[in-house]
């Protein structure tokens, strides 16, 4: 799939609506958050009405989405903030941001880059996950702050928003955590990810399932009960007992049994 725009899926006419659209997505689907928001709006369009509601009188607004108890709490509480401290304007700057009542660092990164253009970029599952996939990260990129933090060094400033955006959709739609649509990936030709699946051994033939469970390259050891051992990306793989080769085989299918790194979040 090739995004020419990328841009989030939200729906929301300003920054106030961004910010709640973006609360409630935490933990939940865009497009169920886009069910319920227009709803949501129609009643409590801005943070002033938002600040003047109960937690109570939002939740049946949001029940359907997770956490609904801790989200209504948190939209009236950041309402009352953004009005008493922030002149009822939500503030532009990621620092201002994480002080409202639910915004964590990935909202108040979101906020700030798609309402007011700050330069940022924030990392969530997807952007994670198709980072790591496609070698966009080194592979000791092992949480989102090193993810941000390389992709920044990697990535002109200018880009930031937009990648954050291309991941996710990428991630959304193709790269997906389960089962990743590589044929006809657009960036299959630079994905680390496919082509270590691409360099996986190739089914053996004449294999004898009555011999046991497993087979490896040599064709002459079978075996039932194979050994573990971890390889040089620090996966589990498993093992030839008698000569320790890792290139194992089903012997019913025929298929192999070595994995490739994953980033299945
Ligand atoms: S080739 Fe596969 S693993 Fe790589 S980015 Fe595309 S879908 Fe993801």
């Given at each position: 799939m090739v995004i020419p725009a990328p841009e989030t899926e939200l729906t929301y006419t300003d920054s106030w609506q961004l910010l709640v659209a973006v609360v409630l997505s935490a933990q939940c689907t865009d497009a169920r958050v886009n069910q319920i928001t227009p709803a949501l709006f129609e009643r409590f369009p801005d943070a002033a009405s938002t600040a003047k509601s109960t937690p109570e009188e939002v939740f049946p607004f949001i029940?359907?989405?997770?956490?609904p108890n801790n989200k209504s709490k948190h939209l009236v509480g950041a309402a009352q903030m953004v009005m008493s401290d922030f002149g009822g304007r939500v503030p532009e700057t990621v620092d201002e941001i994480?002080?409202?009542?639910?915004?964590g660092r990935k909202t108040a990164q979101v906020v700030a880059s798609v309402?007011?253009?700050?330069?940022t970029l924030a990392v969530d599952t997807h952007v994670f996950r198709v980072a790591n996939r496609i070698g966009l990260?080194?592979?000791?990129?092992?949480t989102p702050e090193k993810v941000e933090r390389q992709l920044k060094r990697l990535l002109p400033e200018s880009t930031w928003g937009e990648a954050h955006h291309l991941l996710i959709l990428h991630g959304r739609?193709?790269?997906?955590?389960?089962?990743?649509?590589?044929?006809?990936?657009?960036?299959a030709h630079c994905c680390h990810y496919k082509s270590n699946l691409d360099q996986l051994p190739a089914p053996e033939e004449s294999l004898d399932p009555k011999r046991g469970r497993y087979y490896c390259k040599t064709r002459k050891h079978y075996f039932e009960e194979p050994d573990l051992i971890t390889d040089r990306a620090g996966i589990e793989q498993i093992s030839c007992p008698?000569?320790?080769?890792?290139?194992?085989?089903?012997?019913?299918?025929?298929?192999?049994?070595r994995r490739v790194k994953d980033f299945r979040v």
């Amino acid at each position: 799939m090739v995004i020419p725009a990328p841009e989030t899926e939200l729906t929301y006419t300003d920054s106030w609506q961004l910010l709640v659209a973006v609360v409630l997505s935490a933990q939940c689907t865009d497009a169920r958050v886009n069910q319920i928001t227009p709803a949501l709006f129609e009643r409590f369009p801005d943070a002033a009405s938002t600040a003047k509601s109960t937690p109570e009188e939002v939740f049946p607004f949001i029940r359907s989405i997770s956490y609904p108890n801790n989200k209504s709490k948190h939209l009236v509480g950041a309402a009352q903030m953004v009005m008493s401290d922030f002149g009822g304007r939500v503030p532009e700057t990621v620092d201002e941001i994480v002080k409202l009542p639910g915004a964590g660092r990935k909202t108040a990164q979101v906020v700030a880059s798609v309402a007011f253009g700050v330069p940022t970029l924030a990392v969530d599952t997807h952007v994670f996950r198709v980072a790591n996939r496609i070698g966009l990260v080194s592979p000791d990129a092992i949480t989102p702050e090193k993810v941000e933090r390389q992709l920044k060094r990697l990535l002109p400033e200018s880009t930031w928003g937009e990648a954050h955006h291309l991941l996710i959709l990428h991630g959304r739609y193709t790269c997906t955590a389960r089962s990743p649509s590589c044929e006809g990936c657009a960036a299959a030709h630079c994905c680390h990810y496919k082509s270590n699946l691409d360099q996986l051994p190739a089914p053996e033939e004449s294999l004898d399932p009555k011999r046991g469970r497993y087979y490896c390259k040599t064709r002459k050891h079978y075996f039932e009960e194979p050994d573990l051992i971890t390889d040089r990306a620090g996966i589990e793989q498993i093992s030839c007992p008698r000569c320790g080769s890792m290139n194992v085989f089903h012997s019913k299918s025929g298929l192999t049994t070595r994995r490739v790194k994953d980033f299945r979040v």
